[in-house]
């Protein structure tokens, strides 16, 4: 059984940076694509960044490109993702995510475990 827990949420003004972190549990894992994802209130949810198993390759959403970093510790089983210059409009629930088909495709359904999620709010 493969669960996710993530940390690192808060409030943040404008500007601003977190940093959120997923403990994956199971030593299987760390031969998964890892990603997060993210749903703001009233929409649907977000691809926002994945990364290999092996760190390797990387792909952002085009809206956090160039603020966000995904990186991965195989050795510690944690994936983390470094956010900088916040924005209001980066306020959601951000969701860690691992597929074992390692596809790293933007749609939430190909994801196959999901963490619980951990609170963002940037504000203006």
């Known amino acids: 059984q493969v669960q996710l827990v993530e940390s690192g949420g808060g409030l943040v003004q404008t500007g601003g940076s977190l940093r959120l972190s997923c403990a994956v549990s199971g030593r299987t894992a760390i031969y998964y694509a890892r990603g997060w994802f993210r749903r703001a209130p009233g929409k649907d949810s977000e691809f926002v960044a994945a990364?290999?198993?092996?760190?390797?390759?990387?792909y952002y959403a085009d809206s956090v490109k160039g603020r966000f970093t995904i990186s991965r510790d195989n050795a510690k089983n944690t994936v983390s993702l470094q956010m900088n210059s916040l924005k209001p409009e980066d306020t959601a629930m951000y969701y860690c995510?691992?597929?074992?088909?390692?596809?790293?495709?933007?749609?939430?359904?190909?994801?196959?475990?999901w963490g619980q999620g951990t609170q963002v709010t940037v504000s203006s």
């Open positions: 990364i290999s198993w092996n760190g390797g390759s990387t």
């Open positions: 995510v691992a597929d074992r088909s390692s596809s790293m495709s933007r749609r939430g359904v190909d994801w196959d475990y």
